[in-house]
């Protein structure tokens, strides 16, 4: 079974909307972190939010936010306020429990920013 | 100034011929980590290190082999054995040990077997 599924392979935004990209994750250790990171056309990760899951407030970070909802299992990112430049692939991540500290990615989802 | 560094950015081999990956990362990171990205898809951990002297498989070990002999080198090596290596490889570190909460990638190295 997949650990993290994002069912959204792409999206179209126009610039200056919000945009959501969907995450859900799949694990029973009570421990573990969620990742989101940007992927531009020429292939580095950058790492944009991270979420522990003991956290108490969502994750935010400039015009990034976690929707963190632990009890359906989603972390979805929002975007606000939308640029050209956020167009890249995105993926959600999880790290289970603390022994190994290895993380685990989704197939990702493209986002195009429409002028 | 600290980062990764992974070499070439392109590589090219004829089937049959064992090739290494380099990555290097100067940011004292205990863990390193080697992934597989083919087009379209997330990324597959291939082998990750906690520590020097040692290392696990993840995931799509098979055909790829790897050393940690240095805390700041981790380089990974596509055996013939590897069915299908052409592949986008992105190496990461991280610092273990307090809830890991950010890895640190590298520039990838695109590989073409042929």
């Known amino acids: 079974a997949q650990k993290i599924t994002q069912t959204q392979p792409g999206m179209f935004v126009q610039e200056k909307e919000a945009v959501t990209l969907d995450c859900t994750y799949d694990t029973s250790d009570p421990s573990y972190g969620l ?21 108490q407030q ?15 299992k989603s972390a979805n990112l929002v975007i606000s306020a939308s640029q050209l430049g956020d167009s890249a692939m995105y993926f959600c991540a999880m790290r289970e429990g603390g022994r190994d500290d290895k993380i685990i990615f989704g ?5 195009h920013i429409l002028p | 100034d600290g980062g990764i560094t992974q070499s070439p950015k392109y590589l090219f081999r004829k089937e049959g011929q064992n090739v290494t990956l ?3 990362q100067n940011l004292n990171h205990d863990a390193m980590y ?11 951990l291939i082998y990750y290190s906690q520590i020097v002297n040692d290392f696990q498989k993840g995931d ?3 055909g790829y082999s790897v050393s940690r002999e240095k805390k700041e ?8 054995a590897q069915k299908n290596p052409t592949a986008f490889y992105l190496c990461a570190s991280a610092r273990p040990g307090q809830g890991l909460k950010q890895q640190y990638f590298g520039p990838g190295t695109r590989l073409t077997v042929t």
């Open chain 1, 58 to 72: 969502n994750a935010t970070e400039g015009r990034y936010s976690l929707n963190f909802q632990k009890a359906r």
């Open chain 2, 60 to 62: 799509i070990a098979e």
């Open chain 1, 35 to 55: 990742f989101w990171y940007k992927q531009p056309s020429s292939g580095e990760m950058i790492f944009l939010i991270y979420q522990g899951s003991y956290d």
């Open chain 2, 73 to 80: 080198s981790f380089p990974l090596t596509v055996t013939s």
């Open chain 2, 22 to 24: 380099s990555c290097e």
């Open chain 1, 107 to 111: 197939k990702g989802t493209r986002l």
């Open chain 2, 34 to 44: 080697w992934y597989r990205q083919d087009p379209g898809q997330g990324l597959r």
